[in-house]
């Protein structure tokens, strides 16, 4: 299994804060998101990782380089040169990456968590899955994750299918070799269809609307500590909320 991040955004909405660089370089108990990915990641036996990078991607690659893992890690990165359009031809120059073969793990690179969320993920009785968490925040912000008789149904911002309850997506989704694929190919139609500003998760959700019952699964992260940093403010939260529950991770 390989892990896919999704790093070559501006990050425009974190202000002045994202002209520090990339958000996967953002600082939390003295380590970089992408320090906290590879240590994740490791944790739960992946060890080939491949990122998305684009917004000055030369420090991401001195992040890795300082980093060098303490046992050996294939780690890639692949450079989007339209990274300030949206997260879809991030998605589409990964996919040589996406269709190599066996399962992948496709991760935003903006989120503080709890590595039990990952190892949930993949260990998975659901080869394709979506993580859940029931404490949606109201608004139209989350990307969110519609249920009905126990399957996810939808999956958006705006939800227009009938659903059960809504959950909130955590943009960390695992994925079997002919689902990879089908993104691949959904990513492809929706650039041709000029949708080059859209979220690759747009294409995720076709994907899951073209498949039949029973394809995709969920695991419920509800009560594990997370957050994605879009604003400023999130900065605050991650730094006051969630970084102190994951001290034990970091000894």
Not at 25 to 51: C, H, K, Q
Not at 70 to 82: E, G, H, K, Y
Not at 95 to 100: E, F
Request: hydrophobic residues 45%; aromatic residues 6%.
């Amino acid at each position: 299994m390989r892990a896919l991040i999704l790093a070559a955004g501006l990050g425009r909405r974190l202000g002045t804060r994202a002209e520090a660089g990339p958000k996967v370089l953002l600082r939390f108990g003295g380590r970089s998101l992408l320090e906290r990915y590879l240590r994740a990641l490791r944790a739960v036996g992946i060890d080939e990782v491949v990122l998305g990078v684009g917004h000055e991607a030369a420090r991401v690659a001195a992040e890795l380089a300082r980093l060098r893992p303490d046992r050996p890690m294939q780690i890639s990165s692949v450079l989007n040169p339209d990274y300030a359009r949206g997260s879809v031809v991030t998605l589409w120059s990964l996919r040589a990456a996406l269709t190599a073969g066996g399962d992948v793990v496709i991760m935003d690179g903006d989120v503080l968590y709890d590595r039990r969320m990952l190892a949930r993920l993949v260990e998975s009785r659901h080869r394709n899955c979506f993580l859940l968490d029931r404490a949606v925040e109201p608004g139209d912000e989350p990307m969110k994750l519609a249920m009905k008789d126990g399957e996810p149904v939808d999956f958006r911002k705006i939800i227009e299918r009938p659903h059960d309850f809504l959950g909130e997506s955590v943009g960390f989704f695992r994925l079997d070799e002919a689902a990879a694929r089908d993104l691949v190919a959904a990513a492809k139609a929706l650039i041709d269809r000029g949708q080059i500003d859209d979220y690759f998760e747009e294409a995720l959700r076709d994907v899951l609307l073209a498949s039949p019952p029973g394809r995709f699964g969920v695991e419920d992260i509800t009560g594990l500590p997370w957050i994605e940093i879009d604003f400023p403010d999130d900065l605050e939260r991650a730094e006051r909320e969630i970084l102190p529950t994951l001290l034990a991770e970091d000894r």
